[in-house]
């Protein structure tokens, strides 16, 4: 009887929006980001999947079509110079911008990480809000509620996949030291997770 295949040992890589920021507004990653998810997707020892939390997915949108929206009064004098309508409407830039985040997710080979807002304890979460406990940022303004629904993402993933570090290891990558600590803290006792 044949000996079967042992399965290889999986990386989730899960990103935050600081990592991925560009300047560039048709790009949904940055070029190194890019390049990194390209040079190590194809690993025959290991299966990497790359993830990007809804909330993130939704905020580099936002981002993307103000960069557009910017662009418009341009295209409104470009139209009057030309005597020509190019008939491009907020609604078509929102069209555009999301095709160009669903092709950049499908190209990158991207999983979108959703979170089931019936698994979050929201009394805990209006608690940290109301009192800037991590990942709520300390201040008179309540900052962090899209962190807050990256950590419950990270959660949420770790608590569906396998506990074993041989098997599955999971790595946060942000550049934002509130959200950094929070996830460290509150997963401090699995073996399998990295921030």
């Not at 698994?119 to 201040?139: H, K, M, S, Y």
């Amino acid at each position: 009887m044949p000996k079967k295949k042992k399965a290889n040992p999986q990386l989730l890589v899960i990103f935050d929006t600081n990592v991925l920021f560009t300047q560039v507004a048709s790009d949904l990653v940055r070029k190194e980001i890019s390049t990194l998810i390209d040079e190590n997707s194809s690993h025959t020892d290991i299966d990497i999947k790359w993830f990007l939390p809804s909330v993130v997915v939704d905020e580099r949108r936002y981002q993307m079509r103000n960069k557009a929206f910017n662009l418009l009064p341009s295209i409104q004098k470009l139209e009057r110079l030309l005597g020509h309508n190019l008939n491009i409407t907020e609604d078509i830039l929102i069209q555009r911008v999301n095709d160009a985040v669903n092709n950049s997710i499908s190209a990158l080979n991207i999983n979108e990480l959703v979170v089931d807002t019936k698994e979050i304890d929201w009394e805990t979460l209006i608690q940290r809000a109301c009192f800037r406990n991590p990942p709520f940022e300390a201040g008179e303004k309540e900052k962090g509620f899209r962190d807050s629904i990256i950590a419950e993402a990270v959660f949420q993933l770790l608590k569906t996949s396998p506990s074993t570090p041989a098997i599955c290891r999971l790595v946060l990558v942000t550049d934002d030291s509130v959200l950094s600590e929070f996830v460290e803290q509150s997963t401090a006792s699995a073996k399998n997770m990295r921030v």
